[in-house]
C-alpha cells in the first residue's frame, strides 16, 4: 500500500488543494462475492493553497469539505501497471457493472483524517464544491452537523475562542448556518472519551450512498495483576490490560458520532457504561452493513503478536529459559530492512470454508530467519475475533521473509533486471511481502514498483512470486502463478518436487480420470471440443478466483487445466 499512496496522489488529487492522507484496505461485496479492494479519501488540503489566496473566507468558508474517494482492487492493473481504478475522478467515474454497488450519495467529507480547521457552512458565501473542466461548482451544506451560530452571544465566544473578530464582525452567517470544529476523527472521539485508547489508524467506508469512519477504541490498564506489561498505542502507554471494547463510527457529512459497546462483558467498559449512561449503543443496534466492513484492529493484533512471541510455550521449563522464543520477522522496503506489519488479506486458510478477510503476521524463531508459525485474526461476521496460530513442521524448512528477500536478491534474472532498470534513470521500489499459506507451504508475492526519479509515480512492472525453491518474475501476478504452477508441475514429474502440486490447494482435489497412453489414435473432433470447453471452465475459474484472492481455489483450478491440456494434447 505504499507506492500505491503516491500513485493515487499523483493521478487522482486532481487539484492541489486535494490529498489523500492514508490508503486503507477492506472489502466489498460487488456482485460475485467479496472483492478486497484498496481506498482512499480524497479530504480538503486548505494549506495547500497559494499563500495569496489563503483568506479567512477561503479558509473557513469556501473551502470547506474534501470530495469523494478512489478505489482499486488489490490484484488487477492497467497495462502501464497502473491501478485499475472501480471509483475515481470528479465527480465520481464508476463502471456500469459497479454503479449499484458502489453508488455514492454523499460525496463531500467534512470529517476526515486531515482536517484540523473549523468552518463556517451553510453561510450566505457558496461553498466549493468540486472543480468541473475550468468552472467550480459551488453549493450550499444542507445538513445537521455543527453547531448553530447565528446568535450574537455565540459569535462572540467563538470569536474570543478562535482569537479572530471574522467570526463576530462577518455578515456571511444566517440562521441555518453551523460551525463545524474539532474535524479530525480521532480528535473529534477523544473529545467526547477521552478516557479510552485509540487505535491508528480510522478507515474509511462507504456504506448506503455515504462515507463513514470507522475507530477501533480499546479500554485498558496497566495495573492487571499477575500480568506482564508491554508497550501499546505506538509506545506511549505501557498496559498489561487491553480490550477492543468499543467500535466508533463518525459520518463523514454530519460528524454524528456514535459510540458501540462492541464488548460489553468488559467489567472497565460496563463501569464506563454506569458513569455515562448515554454515551454507549448496543451493538445489537449495529447494521449489518456496518458489520461486514469491520476489521480486526491492528493495534490489537500488533500488542498480542508482541505477547505471544513468548506466551505460545505451554512447557514451564521452557518458557522459564525463552527456549521457543519467536520473532516478529523484517522485509526489505526502500532498500532497508524494516520490522514487518501485520496486513489485510482476503484468504482462505487451511480448515477456512470460504474466503474470508483475516489480518496475518508471520513469526521466526529467535535468532534464526525461517518461518515457524504465522498468527491470523479474523474479521467477517460470524468468525470475527478469532485467531488462529498455525505452526509450521520444524523438520523441514519453510523459508521466512528475509531468507525470501535474500534469494530475491540473489537470482540473477531478477537483480539483472533491477540493475538495468537503476542504470536508466529510475528507482526500483519494492513493495510489501506478502506470505500466504497454502497446504502445507507458503506463497511468498513481492511487487516490484518502477519510479522515475524526477516523479513520484510508482508503476507496477513485475510481481516476484515464490513457492518451495522456484521463485519467478513476472510481469502480472497472474503470469507469475502459472509460472510457479509449471515449475512445480515439472518437478514432480521429475520425482525431484520439494512440495508436491496437490499442497498448493488447501483441500484435496479429486483426480481425473486415468488416461490410457498406449491408445492408439486420435480422440473424435466431438471429444476434443468437449475437452476444450472443460479448459475454458477451468480458465474462467482461475480467472475469478485470482480475482477474489481465492488462491486455493486458483491453485485448483490452474491444475485441472493443466490435466485437462495434457488430455488434449494426447488426443
Known amino acids: 500500500w505504499r507506492p500505491l499512496l503516491d500513485t493515487y496522489s499523483q493521478l487522482q488529487e486532481i487539484r492541489l488543494y486535494y490529498e489523500f492522507e492514508d490508503v486503507d484496505v477492506d472489502r466489498y461485496d460487488l456482485g460475485q462475492g467479496p472483492r478486497q479492494v484498496m481506498l482512499a479519501a480524497r479530504e480538503m488540503a486548505v494549506e ?19 470530495y469523494g474517494f478512489v478505489m482499486s482492487p488489490v490484484n488487477e492493473v492497467t497495462e502501464e501497471g497502473l491501478p485499475k481504478f472501480y471509483v475515481r475522478d470528479i465527480p465520481p467515474v464508476i463502471p456500469d457493472s459497479l454503479a449499484e454497488a458502489l453508488s455514492i450519495d454523499r460525496p463531500e467529507i467534512y470529517y476526515g483524517e486531515r482536517t484540523f480547521n473549523y468552518v463556517l457552512a451553510a453561510t450566505r458565501t457558496q461553498e466549493f464544491d468540486y472543480p468541473q473542466g475550468d468552472e467550480n461548482i459551488y453549493r450550499s451544506y444542507d445538513g445537521t452537523g455543527g453547531l448553530p451560530v447565528e446568535a450574537w452571544w455565540r459569535r462572540a465566544l467563538f470569536a474570543w475562542y478562535f482569537g479572530s473578530m471574522k467570526m463576530l464582525l462577518t455578515d456571511d452567517i444566517t440562521s441555518e448556518s453551523r460551525l463545524m470544529l474539532f474535524r479530525q476523527v480521532q480528535q473529534r472521539i477523544a473529545k467526547i472519551a477521552p478516557f479510552l485508547g485509540y487505535d ?4 474509511l467506508v462507504l456504506l448506503d450512498g455515504r462515507f463513514v469512519w470507522i475507530q477501533d477504541a480499546y479500554t485498558y490498564s496497566d495495573r492487571y495483576p499477575y500480568s506482564e506489561p508491554t508497550e501499546a498505542f505506538g509506545g506511549r502507554r505501557r498496559v498489561n490490560y487491553v480490550r477492543n471494547s468499543v467500535k466508533v463510527v463518525v459520518d463523514a457529512y454530519d460528524g454524528d458520532v456514535t459510540f458501540y459497546a462492541w464488548d460489553p462483558e468488559d467489567p472497565v467498559l460496563a463501569a464506563y457504561a454506569s458513569i455515562f449512561p448515554s454515551l454507549l449503543t448496543p451493538a445489537s443496534e449495529m447494521s449489518e452493513g456496518l458489520r461486514e466492513h469491520l476489521r480486526f484492529p491492528e493495534d490489537l493484533f500488533t500488542i498480542q503478536a ?49 474466503l474470508e478477510f483475516q489480518l496475518v503476521l508471520p513469526f521466526t524463531p529467535n535468532r534464526r530467519d525461517n518461518m ?14 478469532r485467531r488462529v496460530i498455525y505452526e509450521f513442521p520444524k523438520d523441514r524448512l519453510i523459508y521466512g521473509p528475509m531468507q525470501i528477500e535474500a534469494r530475491i536478491d540473489q537470482d540473477p534474472v531478477i537483480s539483472e533486471q533491477i540493475t538495468l532498470w537503476s542504470q536508466q534513470g529510475s528507482s526500483v521500489v519494492r513493495g510489501n511481502l506478502m506470505v500466504i499459506p497454502i497446504g502445507s507451504g507458503v506463497l511468498y508475492v513481492e511487487p516490484l514498483f518502477l519510479q522515475a526519479q524526477q516523479s513520484q509515480l510508482p508503476e507496477l512492472r513485475r510481481v516476484i512470486a515464490t513457492w518451495g525453491t522456484s521463485i519467478v518474475m513476472e510481469p502480472t501476478l497472474e503470469d507469475a502463478m502459472l509460472a510457479l504452477i509449471r515449475r512445480a508441475g515439472g518437478a514432480e514429474l521429475a520425482g525431484e518436487a520439494e512440495i508436491a502440486p496437490a499442497e498448493l490447494a488447501v483441500e484435496a482435489v479429486p483426480a481425473a480420470p486415468a488416461v490410457d497412453r498406449e491408445r492408439p489414435g486420435r480422440g473424435t473432433i466431438a471429444e476434443t471440443r468437449a475437452l476444450g470447453r472443460e479448459a475454458k471452465a477451468a480458465y474462467d475459474r482461475a480467472v475469478q478466483a485470482q480475482r477474489q484472492g481465492d488462491w486455493a481455489a486458483y491453485g485448483e483450478a490452474l491444475e485441472e487445466l493443466g490435466r485437462i491440456l495434457e488430455r488434449i494434447s494426447r488426443e
Do not use: C
Not at 491508528?200 to 478507515?203: F, G, R, S, V
Not at 504465522?374 to 468468525?383: Q, R, Y
Open 306 to 354: 508482541e505477547v505471544l512471541r513468548a506466551y505460545h510455550m505451554k512447557d514451564p521449563k521452557v518458557f522459564y529459559n525463552r527456549e521457543d522464543l519467536w520473532n516478529i520477522p523484517n522485509e526489505i522496503y526502500q532498500g532497508s530492512p524494516q520490522r514487518m506489519l501485520p496486513y489485510y488479506v482476503l484468504l482462505r486458510l487451511p480448515d477456512d470454508e470460504t
Open 200 to 203: 491508528a489508524d480510522p478507515y
Open 372 to 385: 515457524i508459525a504465522l498468527l491470523s485474526a479474523k474479521s467477517d461476521p460470524g468468525n470475527y475475533g
Open 48 to 66: 495547500e493553497l497559494p499563500p495569496n489566496v489563503q483568506t479567512w473566507q477561503n479558509q473557513h468558508l469556501i473551502f470547506t469539505h474534501g
